[in-house]
């Protein structure tokens, strides 16, 4: 890769104008897609996304636009970071302006509902490309912005796209890995974000940290669970996609899907938090997506049934929480990872 | 869809292909060959002496000290103090060596021979052997070609086919070669298992009409370094090729979904090669089809090999004389025991890279946009082979192959009958495997209203799920009643086999072979059809 690329980035939330900036922190032309043009102009002129990253300060090299033309033309990287219900729509329009050379890496955390699909089948659907990856980790975008440490993983069958994530992102406080499982990282980000709701609840109960740990503990056999059923590989769940992804999320009070399992447990309404987050929680809807999967499947995933019981079946976090203790109780299951009895 | 009439002659004006020049271009594939294999190894001392070295030690395992070991062991002791030269004449030798074995022949006088006699023998050995429960049919009646053949015609001329159908039988090249006959295609060349070539005849026309020959046995990286090279080469100079992506014949008759993408992938290879080269007609075509057989001359063999294999241990073959008599089955009696018809069905055809691909020869995207095929391969302009890259492009090919093999599968009525029949049986053992199952003492025995049920709940399945293009149904399936149809299988399920599979006795069926039921049903096995056979579960 030359030193400087013209690179695109799709989404203009939080997480895209971050990795927007680590892009263009290493020197890269940024160009990067916002929905509303009057965003997009906001952001050219102040050198700032006001409404998902304030207080951060953009380098000149990024360039806000509302074209998806504009944005692909002559890049041959493409991130996307959209919400995933919209990633359909955009990326079908976007393959208009693509063809097979391009490299698409997604930074989304979702599954679509009724196919169960996730994001890099739909990218493989709505375009041309088949050089595909999925960009997934501990990734709160304020910290990341901030310059604290992190890291990254690039998931692609294709070693070319691994390359090119790790060539444009990393950074001397930003890390990046790559790995060939892209099943297993794009289930790893999406089913956390069930688990970070979850979190929340029992935080917001009161609960401490016996509760979190049995959570987290108990919520990554249940990922590990459903993600070898797809075809993943177990082990992708103990890197920083699984429990690495898990542990920011369900510890942070930054994390949105925490924020809505806080304040569900403090009695809040679920359309009053939506509303009031500005931005997308995804652990919602997949959470929805899960659990009617899990159901219809037969694959046995308490922590996820517990917290859709609370969102769309009326449950208090209590009722839910209660259910969720009584789950294989007196069983004698014995769950094959960590050779512990199940109670949850 | 494209239904023959009773002719000889091709239903489309022939087109001619490179196959018919071949022999003129013999030694210079060779040659070719050699030199890339050279050039490959960079003509580094170490990468010859290592693919030489892990030949020789390859060939005298396996050789265990018969005839030709002696040559290898040589070769092994006194490599290390050969100069760099002489280990490159030694390696051309060898590279030269496997080349001339695998590489085919073709004589245009055995195809017009053979183009005349072929299509009378088949009509021959197709008649009824046994009472004639089927009416008479005529040949074009009995192998019918459907799906994209107009697009296949079109793409031949547009740049090489490479043909990946399904394999079911040691009949699959021949039924093949008669249907590309017919659609007025020139031969295609295709790799024949060595130990095909045992039978006089079969060598005979195979030697002569674009075969070549793939010695299993020989599984050193040289030899199938040079065995890709040559289909790589073949395939770049426009000879229309055929590969078998399932592997060998398979076994348990299922649709065949793990697929050895090896050969496959040297079409992408060759793609490359020809962009690079600036080739006027640069493409490959790869066209996915599927046989679809009433009945499979080497079933009994197929599943009993199947069974061991799944089974090992566990599975014991109580009946050595069958598994004997199916190795002595000679090809030729095999082929008079078939009496019956099948579908050939070609898929959409597609680019290296998965695309589908129309008669204009325009790759297009899942939402109809054309794609530029040459963009997967580019790198700063220009195109460039990347092998990890390009065994994925090729991985992702096989998935696309896969797919199109279960949404042109053709139902026909031994399938329905015999997954009825099975399913009813194992639905009424909850819980029990296959192998016991298949040893259970007594023949199980349906009535006859409670099979009709059955076959009418899964037609009614198999209708949606054909009206969605998840497969496909065959002309009966499609209009028949469950009572014809089950009076059409159960006389097709006596005509070849040992043992009928299934007989009708008064009001009641009885399944009389259960291990080739489980092989014909096995077939539509992966639809999720289980769940609408046999609420019932009862024995009658």
């Known amino acids: ?344 | 869809m494209i239904e023959w009439g009773p002719m000889t002659a091709p239903i489309h004006p022939p087109l001619s292909g490179r196959i018919f020049s071949f022999n003129a271009e013999r030694e210079a594939i060779v040659a070719d060959v050699v030199e890339r294999e050279l050039a490959r190894k960079g003509h580094a001392e170490q990468a010859l002496e290592l693919a030489i070295n892990e030949a020789a030690l390859h060939e005298i395992a396996r050789l265990e000290g018969g005839p030709g070991s002696d040559r290898w062991r040589e070769i092994y002791r006194t490599l290390g103090k050969k100069a760099l030269s002489d280990k490159e004449a030694l390696f051309r030798s060898l590279v030269a060596e496997a080349a001339r074995d695998i590489v085919g022949n073709f004589d245009p006088k055995v195809y017009r021979f053979a183009t005349s006699v072929v299509p009378y023998l088949l009509s021959f050995i197709m008649k009824p052997q046994g009472p004639a429960q089927l009416p008479a049919q005529r040949l074009s009646e009995r192998i019918q070609a459907q799906g994209e053949t107009e697009a296949v015609r079109a793409l031949a001329q547009k740049g090489t086919v490479i043909l990946v159908p399904t394999h079911s039988s040691n009949l699959d090249s021949i039924v093949i070669g008669y249907a590309l006959y017919q659609l007025g295609l020139p031969p295609f060349t295709y790799g024949a298992g060595k130990n095909l070539f045992s039978n006089f005849l079969l060598t005979y026309f195979m030697n002569n009409l674009g075969a070549y020959k793939v010695d299993r046995r020989l599984g050193y990286a040289l030899y199938k370094d040079v065995l890709k090279a040559y289909s790589t080469v073949i395939l770049e100079r426009g000879y229309h090729s055929l590969f078998f992506p399932g592997g060998g014949r398979c076994r348990s008759n299922a649709i065949e979904s793990r697929l050895k993408l090896g050969l496959v992938g040297t079409g992408l290879a060759a793609y490359i090669n020809n962009l690079r080269a600036n080739k006027p007609q640069p493409d490959l075509f790869v066209v996915p089809a599927t046989l679809n057989y009433h009945l499979v001359l080497e079933a009994e063999t197929l599943i009993d090999d199947q069974l061991q294999r799944v089974g090992r241990s566990r599975y014991i073959i109580e009946d050595d004389e069958s598994t004997q008599a199916g190795r002595i089955w000679s090809f030729a009696n095999q082929m008079l025991r078939l009496d019956t018809s099948m579908v050939i069905r070609f898929g959409t055809p597609l680019d290296c890279f998965g695309n589908p691909v129309g008669a204009d020869g325009v790759s297009r995207d899942r939402r109809g946009r054309p794609v530029d095929r040459r963009t997967y391969v580019l790198r700063d302009g220009e195109p460039r082979h990347q092998p990890q890259r390009d065994a994925e492009y090729t991985r992702e090919l096989g998935q696309v192959i896969a797919e199109s093999y279960r949404t042109n599968t053709v139902v026909l009525v031994t399938h329905l009958v015999a997954f009825a029949l099975y399913q009813l049986f194992q639905q009424s053992h909850p819980g029990m495997d296959v192998f016991r199952l298949l040893r259970l003492p007594e023949d199980p025995v349906f009535n006859v209203r409670t099979v009709l049920e059955t076959i009418d709940r899964l037609r009614e399945r198999l209708q949606r799920m054909a009206e969605h293009g998840v497969l496909v149904l065959g002309r009966e399936v499609q209009t028949a009643t469950s009572a014809t149809l089950l009076d059409m299988a159960l006389p097709i399920f006596s005509l070849y086999h040992t043992r009928p599979l299934a007989v009708r006795e008064g009001d009641d069926v009885v399944l009389t072979d259960r291990k080739l039921l489980l092989y014909y049903h096995n077939r539509l096995t992966g639809y999720g059809l289980e769940e609408v056979v046999a609420p019932e579960r009862v024995l009658a």
């Open chain 1, 1 to 344: 890769m030359t030193a400087s690329t013209r690179v695109a980035v799709i989404g203009g939330g939080s997480w895209g104008t971050t990795v927007a900036g680590l892009i263009a922190a290493n020197g890269h032309e940024v160009r990067l897609w916002m929905r509303d043009p009057g965003q997009a102009a906001q952001l050219n002129a102040s050198r700032q996304n006001a409404r998902y990253l304030p207080g951060v300060t953009l380098p000149p090299n990024i360039e806000a636009t509302a074209s998806l033309e504009d944005a692909a033309y002559g890049c041959q990287t493409l991130f996307l970071m959209v919400p995933s219900h919209s990633l359909r729509a955009i990326a079908g329009e976007l393959g208009d302006y693509l063809d097979g050379s391009r490299i698409l890496i997604h930074g989304i955390k979702g599954i679509e509902p009724a196919s169960f699909k996730r994001m890099s089948q739909l990218l493989r659907e709505e375009t041309c490309c088949r050089q595909i990856g999925v960009m997934s980790g501990p990734n709160l975008a304020k910290e990341v912005a901030a310059g604290h440490p992190s890291a990254t993983v690039i998931a692609s069958r294709f070693q070319e796209v691994i390359d090119a994530g790790i060539e444009l992102l990393k950074s001397k406080t930003f890390r990046v890995y790559g790995n060939d499982d892209v099943v297993g990282t794009e289930l790893g980000g999406s089913l956390k974000n069930v688990l970070a709701i979850a979190s929340g609840l029992a935080h917001g109960l009161g609960f401490g940290d016996n509760t979190m740990a049995l959570l987290l503990t108990r919520g990554l056999t249940e990922m590990t669970r459903l993600g070898t059923s797809l075809g993943a590989h177990p082990q992708t769940f103990s890197g920083l996609s699984g429990i690495g992804d898990l542990m920011a999320t369900c510890f942070s009070p930054l994390s949105r899907n925490y924020q809505v399992g806080f304040r569900l447990a403090k009695g809040e309404a679920l359309e009053a938090i939506t509303a009031d987050l500005r931005q997308v929680a995804e652990g919602v809807r997949t959470t929805q997506t899960v659990a009617e999967y899990a159901r219809a499947h037969g694959v046995y995933m308490p922590i996820t049934e517990g917290v859709y019981r609370v969102l769309f079946e009326g449950f208090t976090p209590k009722e839910a929480l209660a259910a969720l203790l009584e789950a294989g109780r007196g069983s004698s299951e014995v769950d094959a990872p960590a050779r512990e009895i199940s109670i949850l």
